[in-house]
């Protein structure tokens, strides 16, 4: 399975962008999916995640109500849509997929993605 991200770069604060990840390798229908991030010096977190059926959704608080993820089973796609972006949403994007129980803490990602840099500028 592998997973490949875009749709990163820099934007200056206040602007949008909107991740994508493709998957190869396995049909993603079965597969809960998330975005997580890592920004330079900390840890990677997570940032949210989608059922396999796209009908349940999670957000990271300091994301709630700017990001909004989503999903394309059909295009075995995987999407973060970022709007009112910060220098603190800078960072390393990455997609992951896997079956990880529908409740918190968001962990049980089996397949990872390279990653995506955003950098957002002040």
Not at 8 to 24: D, E, I, R, T, Y
Not at 33 to 57: C, L, S, T
Not at 63 to 87: C, E, H, W
Request: charged residues 20%.
């Amino acid at each position: 399975v592998r997973l490949v991200e875009s749709g990163g770069g820099l934007v200056q604060a206040g602007g949008s962008l909107k991740l994508s990840c493709v998957v190869s390798g396995h049909t993603i229908h079965m597969y809960d999916m998330a975005w997580f991030r890592q920004a330079p010096g900390k840890e990677r977190d997570f940032v949210a995640r989608i059922d396999y059926q796209g009908a349940n959704h999670a957000y990271a608080d300091s994301v709630k109500g700017r990001f909004t993820i989503s999903r394309d089973n059909a295009a075995n796609s995987l999407y973060l849509q970022m709007s009112s972006l910060n220098p603190e949403d800078t960072a390393v994007y990455y997609c992951a997929a896997g079956v990880d129980g529908d409740s918190p803490p968001y962990t049980k990602y089996d397949y990872w993605g390279q990653g995506t840099q955003v950098t957002v500028s002040s």
